[in-house]
């Protein structure tokens, strides 16, 4: 069964960059939407950012400071956090699927990794 691994989290400081990686256990192209969720303390879980074959989503409260990417050759998805604030501290998960949806939505993925902490320090 196919098992998705998150990499890359800690510690960082505001305004520092960290950049996440998600590998799938399995090789494919074909994943239709790949994407990155969190969850901070007390709060639900949202969707950051998700791509798609040719097309970006993005959590407003990241626009101009994340960018998501894939590797598909490697089964990868990547997030590239810059400029981080405090307020992104948080739990970060990976999510894909072989269908569709909203982007944004749980319900839409099939598969999950575990987690990976990101902590932004003032």
């Known amino acids: 069964q196919v098992q998705l691994v998150e990499s890359g989290g800690g510690s960082v400081q505001a305004g520092g960059s960290l950049r996440l990686s998600c590998a799938a256990s399995?090789?494919?192209?074909?994943?239709?939407?790949m994407a990155w969720f969190r969850q901070a303390p007390g709060k639900e879980r949202e969707g950051v950012a998700a791509i798609a074959r040719d097309t970006t989503y993005y959590h407003d409260s990241v626009k101009g400071r994340f960018t998501i990417s894939r590797d598909n050759a490697k089964n990868t998805v990547y997030l590239q956090m810059n400029g981080v604030k405090p307020e992104d501290t948080a739990i970060y998960y990976c999510?894909?699927?072989?269908?569709?949806?909203?982007?944004?939505?749980?319900?839409?993925?099939?598969?999950w990794g575990q987690g990976t902490q990101v902590t932004v320090s003032s």
């Open positions: 399995e090789y494919t192209y074909n994943w239709e939407v």
């Open positions: 999510a894909a699927t072989l269908g569709g949806g909203w982007w944004h939505l749980e319900a839409t993925y099939n598969y």
